[in-house]
């Protein structure tokens, strides 16, 4: 009887460690990239080589990049256990409101009725998986108390409307749908799905996401990023 309790009991302790040593290693570069940040925040003109430029393409990628400023949060990065990050976060140079954001590549706007600081732009011919549709959701362009930084020409309740590649349609905000505790001014960027219907996926989950990186020219996948900040090497 002793036995098979005793290696029960090992199993147990050897998975717990493993599951330990996982949970740290998702979230060791994540405390990394929190002290870089607080780096280039403190002075973001002083690391503007650490910034992408908005509306510029890098070598062959399709999309032009969606805003200014430096990529601190990457898709696939881990805030919490269980969580992965299922886009990107750039933050802008400059205050509240001032730093655009653009369209990436042609495609149809919508923004629901519902929606503060975000839209989703409907791509119907995947570039680089030609015949496949996704979607491009692009998030908290508003301030604390949700007063959008949209641009008057995608009021809520907009559907289809066509923009084309750096096209503006707003700016950076730090809206949070808590006013008390709003985030850093910057962009959420992320690359959904579409549910084969027509319609797109829920963007909350890393699954219904697509890693941008061959779409922007630039590594932003958090298990392959390097050491450097993520910027166009070409
Ligand atoms: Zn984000």
Redesign the pocket.
């Known amino acids: 009887m002793k036995r098979p309790i005793g290696i029960v009991f090992s199993i147990i302790i050897i998975a717990a460690i493993v599951i330990g040593y996982q949970i740290y290693n998702r979230f060791r570069p994540t405390v990394g990239r929190v002290a870089r940040l607080r780096q280039y925040l403190a002075d973001p003109d002083g690391h503007s080589e650490w910034m992408i430029r908005v509306a510029e393409s890098c070598g062959a990628s399709p999309f032009v990049a969606p805003t200014e400023g430096y990529i601190g949060?990457f898709w696939g990065d881990s805030f919490y256990p269980g969580h992965r990050?299922q886009?990107?976060?750039i933050f802008g140079p400059e205050g509240l409101g001032s730093t655009p954001v653009v369209a990436v590549y042609d495609g149809y706007l919508t923004r629901l009725p519902e929606w503060r600081s975000a839209v989703i732009i409907r791509i119907p011919d995947d570039p680089l998986h030609p015949g496949r549709q996704i979607w491009i959701y692009y998030a908290h362009m508003a301030d604390a108390e949700g007063n959008s930084f949209i641009v008057p020409d995608y009021p809520p309740g907009t559907y289809e409307e066509f923009v084309s590649s750096g096209t503006l349609l707003g700016y950076q905000g730090n809206y949070s749908a808590d006013p008390d505790n709003p985030t850093g001014v910057h962009l959420?960027f992320s690359i959904v799905k579409d549910d084969g219907q027509g319609q797109f996926m829920n963007e909350l989950e890393i699954a219904n996401t697509l890693d941008p990186s061959p779409y922007l020219g630039i590594e932003v996948n958090a298990d392959r990023v390097g050491s450097q900040p993520a910027v166009c090497s070409e």
Do not use: S
Request: charged content about 15%; aromatic content about 16%; cysteine-free.
């Open positions: 949060f990050h886009g990107l976060d959420h």
